[in-house]
Structure formats: structure tokens, C-alpha cells
């Protein structure tokens, strides 16, 4: 049985820091694609981060140069580090494994964390 558990979300002020962890068990981990996604009430869910088998990386526009995302092999532990925070990263932050690469489009990812919260105050 796959589980991913995040943590490492809280409340911090803008221009912050904080770093997500996922912790993924029950998957291989260096198959297709990791990802870290965000959503809002009444928003669709959007890809932040992705983490493919080459080791290419893609982000969203909105935070490029802000967060980076990395991978731990040892522990089976995905890392998104978010560095200058803004109010509009407020979000639940998920993390996401799939033997299909789809990057920060949601579709081919199969399994999910249950989320953890980031809010970002001004």
C-alpha cells in the first residue's frame, strides 16, 4: 500500500522560509514523476514542483527562483524548500508519485498525501 505523509507546513511571515517534507512509502522511489502541488478553496488544484526520473525539474512561473524541490533516496523523502514567501502561496500543499510523468499537470499522478497547510501572512 502506497502512503505519502507530508509535514513541515505552519504559519509564517512573508519573506520566510519554510520546508515540506514527504515522507512515501510502498513505491519505488526513483519511478516517474514527484510532485508538490497547492490549492485554495474554490481553486483548482495547481502544480508547484516536479521531479522527474532524470532528474529534471520543473516549477510553475509564479515560484521559480523562490522553491526547490529535492529528493532524498535514503529516506524516501521528497523536499520542497519555499524561501521568500508571499501571501499567495497560502495554500494546502500536497505531494504526489506516479509511474507517469505528467509534471505539474495532475492527471497521470496516482497517489496522494493528505496535505499540509502553509499560510503566509503579510
Known amino acids: 500500500q502506497v502512503q505519502l505523509v507530508e509535514s513541515g507546513g505552519g504559519s509564517v511571515q512573508a519573506g520566510r522560509s519554510l520546508r515540506l517534507s514527504c515522507a512515501v512509502s510502498?513505491?519505488?522511489?526513483?519511478?516517474?514523476?514527484m510532485g508538490w502541488f497547492r490549492q485554495t478553496p474554490g481553486r483548482e488544484r495547481e502544480g508547484v514542483a516536479a521531479f522527474g526520473r532524470s532528474g529534471t525539474t520543473k516549477y510553475a512561473d509564479s515560484v521559480k527562483g523562490r522553491f526547490t524541490i529535492s529528493q532524498d533516496n535514503a529516506k524516501n523523502t521528497l523536499y520542497l524548500q519555499m524561501n521568500s514567501l508571499k501571501p499567495e502561496d497560502t495554500a494546502m500543499y500536497y505531494c504526489a508519485v506516479g509511474p507517469i510523468c505528467s509534471w505539474l499537470a495532475s492527471a497521470k499522478y496516482l497517489h496522494w498525501g493528505q496535505g499540509t497547510q502553509v499560510t503566509v501572512s503579510s
Open positions: 510502498g513505491y519505488r522511489f526513483s519511478t516517474g514523476c
